[in-house]
């Protein structure tokens, strides 16, 4: 017997009643980003391997170990095979997309969102994938349409914050620093280069190799034994200069003026190449190791870095698959989005020796359902040779109420409706049947 097929380790099927819960989170977003006035963008899933190598920088963990990368067939001899890669993010592409299409030339500042599956080649554990799901943004525009003001970082900030609120998380924290302008990053490298001297022997080999390459990057670190060491290395707010200083000041002045909680954290670097100045997180005590919700940052260089126009911009990541696992753990939610939300359940009840009768009373249940499913309401539709102890079973599985629908009440209009969590029965007339269902 040939061997069963399974999803490729990393990856997973969702299904329902899960698949709920996803498409809630997803209205959500859409609806927020709407009253922001965010329009969405779809990029392809693969691009150009060069894209990822020299927007999210070829010495960051997702370019250097983690990309699904493939050469593709040379459309002719003479041509050199193209390297294409699975998008492991979508920053990258969609600055592309904004490069290509000219999207600066309006003069506008753009602000465009997505929702699609990433790639990356992690180990996999509970809240990490090889094929997860990310709802980003990204704020981007000319200099002249105000995309650099620190006004648009908060604006962002604040928009995540009335998010993860109107989903119902409870319990977030935003953790936020800046890793000032690209020149303050080399004069901050130097000075933990210089730091990083003396001890880093004492470190773990990728901290040993950080410190030659990017020594910004020790700062990841998750290594315990490295922890006290990288905490008397210098701190990045040291190295900015005055402008990077007062864009982050006016970026907290206005999260206090608009009531949004942070804290800062010194260390957060993140592990893109691309960001400059506001780097932040949000984080869940409920996700355990893999803690982080969504991460983003300013990147004011990035579009130039892949061969653009200056355009600063702001964006975020968060991960969708982390957002189930955060509001399956809440109790209120999973009740929510459990299958008892389905408003009915109607049971034709037929004769399975006689097939003519059989047919008409499922096609009256067909009809009956169409009429209610037209009305707005979620009816699951059984059938008509089941035994009435099946079909309770089977309702009870999925719907808040059984209706029957057998020849007597075919033939009198009058329907009889039980309520699982009440355990009454009531008689409905059909014409009334949507409306009492709905309550
Ligand atoms: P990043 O693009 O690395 O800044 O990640 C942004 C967010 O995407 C993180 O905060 C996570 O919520 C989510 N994320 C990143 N990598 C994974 C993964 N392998 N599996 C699930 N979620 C992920």
Redesign the pocket.
Known sequence: MSQTLKAVRGTRDLLPPETELWNRIEATARSVFARYHFGEIRTPIFEDTGLFARGVGAETD?VSKEMYTWEDRARAQSEKPQSLTLRP?NTAGVVRAYIEHKLGESGQLQKLYYIGP?F?R?RPQK????Q?F?IGAEVIGPQSSGSESPLRDAEVLEMLATLLDELGITGWTLQINSVGSSADRERYNAALREALIPVKEKMCADCQRRAELNPLRVLDCKVPEDQPIIETLPKIVDSLDQESKDHFAAVITALDAAGVPYTRNHRLV???DYYTRTTF?FTHGGLGA?N?????GRYDGLSENIGGPKAPGIGF???L??LVLTLQAQEADQKSASPQGIDGYIAPMGNAKDAEKLAAINAAGLALARELRRAGLRIELGEGSFRLKKSFEAADKCARRIVILGEDELASGILTVKDFSTSVQTKVPRAELAEFLRN
């Not at 809240?127 to 090889?130: E, M, S, W």
């Open positions: 997702i993010e990433q990356r992690e809240g990490r994938y090889r997860f990310q993140r592990g893109l997180e893999q982080a919700l969504l991460g983003g990541a968060m991960g698959d982390r």
